[in-house]
């Protein structure tokens, strides 16, 4: 059974008086942001795209960890000029491909683009072609799936993608890691086992 997660939320607009908006906003502190684990059973991908530039260099990044915290598998490399919306599809994309070839059935995905959610969970539409392409592609792999959950996160809690992304801007060829992860990451891969709590600033 196919099925997805967006854990946005929708706010309801309420009138207010600027006096009390200011009150309000003075007790808005930095929004606590951490990696979590996925179920037992599960697989969860985080993956991230880096562009450099509108429609600069690009590269994508991603890795998987089981219900322990234990790195399994990570993969980046760099797509050549891409803007930002098809680096971060081109990121899951190539992640579902790596799903299928290891046989994971359950797969928890989660990205830092709040964009990207909504094209995949939502169903928005793009105009580039090189996106849409991408958007198919994932289209096709993921019913494949037996259990499919997309969610959003911030980048604070997206940061071992996030580097590895990084990393692939300096590869000439796509590189995967089994079971160890880069001395890059490593420490990003032990926090994130540990529950570190990252602060984002509103």
Not at 52 to 72: D, Q, T, V, Y
Not at 148 to 154: A, G, I, L
Not at 173 to 178: D, E, G, H, S, V
Request: one cysteine or more; charged letters at 30%.
């Amino acid at each position: 059974m196919l099925s997805f997660a967006n854990i946005s939320r929708c706010h309801i607009r309420k009138l207010e008086t600027p006096a009390r908006g200011f009150i309000r906003n003075l007790h808005r502190g930095p929004i606590p942001v951490s990696w979590k684990r996925p179920r037992i059973g599960w697989t969860k991908l985080n993956f991230d795209g880096s562009c450099k530039g509108k429609a600069g260099e690009a590269s994508i990044g991603g890795l998987f960890r089981n219900h322990e915290a234990e790195f399994l598998l990570g993969y980046a490399e760099s797509i050549g000029r891409a803007t930002s919306t098809v680096a971060e599809l081109a990121a899951l994309r190539r992640g579902l491909e790596l799903v299928l070839e290891n046989g994971w059935s359950n797969v928890w995905l989660e990205g830092d683009s709040k964009s990207l959610v909504d094209i995949i969970v939502k169903r928005r539409r793009v105009r580039c072609k090189e996106a849409q392409k991408q958007v198919r592609r994932i289209n096709l792999i993921m019913p494949e799936l037996e259990n499919c959950v997309v969610t959003h996160v911030f980048r604070e809690g997206n940061r071992a993608a996030d580097k590895l992304a990084s990393i692939g801007h300096q590869l000439q060829k796509p590189k995967i890691w089994r079971y160890i992860p880069p001395d890059d990451i490593l420490q990003i891969v032990e926090e994130d086992a540990k529950g570190k709590i990252v602060f984002r600033r509103r």
